[in-house]
């Protein structure tokens, strides 16, 4: 009998922290199908679905970088940032409607808390006090070995309102295409 507690405590444990198989997984260089380096019209094959195409008038994008989302309406609030033709970044906002299906290898999504965050990346996590939020949100960097890829999870008040995913120069601009 204590074997079987012992055997439920650990696998509610691994399930607690670790990505479901019907989640989509944010890792450094993908998206589900949809990979960093990708052209659009590669990831709207991988998607199987198109992406909204540039447009100049929203105050953010320019033919060198913009960002887009799927123009079915699935997964809204999920953003890709497209520089020179390229796929380089994926955010995954709070108020997405999909966001809840979307996690790291670590099971770490939208929501969590930040010291999930933290025990799931350790000393790997280089911190640092949100931009625009102040003491009470912080930038929670985790760089890729090759130091070319990372990922981000902004918090606020101890929560994850943000992730994001990609090649590290655009993954830690402040606000994107800037």
Known sequence: MKHCVRLLAFTAC???TAASAADQILTFT???PVQIGMSVA??????GAKLKPLDPRDGVSTEACWLTERADGIQRGLTYMVREGKIVRFDIWEDAADASGIATDKGIRVGA???????AYGSALEAMEH???GKDGRYLIFTAPDKRHGLIFETVNGKVVNLRGGEISSVTLEETCA
């Open 131 to 133: 931009p625009h939020v």
């Open 14 to 16: 691994l399930f607690s």
């Open 42 to 47: 590669d990831a709207e094959k991988a998607l």
């Open 113 to 119: 808390a930040e010291n999930a965050v933290m025990s």
């Open 30 to 32: 993908s998206l589900g």
